[in-house]
């Protein structure tokens, strides 16, 4: 799997390495039970500090996208192709949102409205 970062972007490199993932979770080019590359090794890939790539992978566990496991690593969950897909769709939502001027409980009122 080929991640890659832009530290020129404005976008936290810990983010950009963590949406990288959900998109490909999401995309199907990551699924259940497929392991992602060790930290230490994904770091130096990179050319980032390992406490990044940990900082992205637990933010993909807070999202229920994979399980992190002493010794096992960091492996795609079950489920995740679907939150996945949910996450950048919000993701996408929100940005947009913001870029029109929308306030947040407007936001919140509409998907609760179609929900």
Known sequence: MLFRVDPADSEPLFRQIAAQVRGAIAEGRLGPGDRLPPARELAEALDVNMHTVLRAYGDLRDEG???????????????????????????????????????RDEVVALLEEVM
């Open 65 to 103: 996208l994979v399980d992190m496991r002493r010794r096992r690593g960091v492996i795609v969950r079950e489920a995740a192709g679907g939150r996945a897909r949910v996450i950048t769709a919000a993701t996408v939502l929100a940005a947009e949102a913001r870029r029109v001027g929308m306030a």
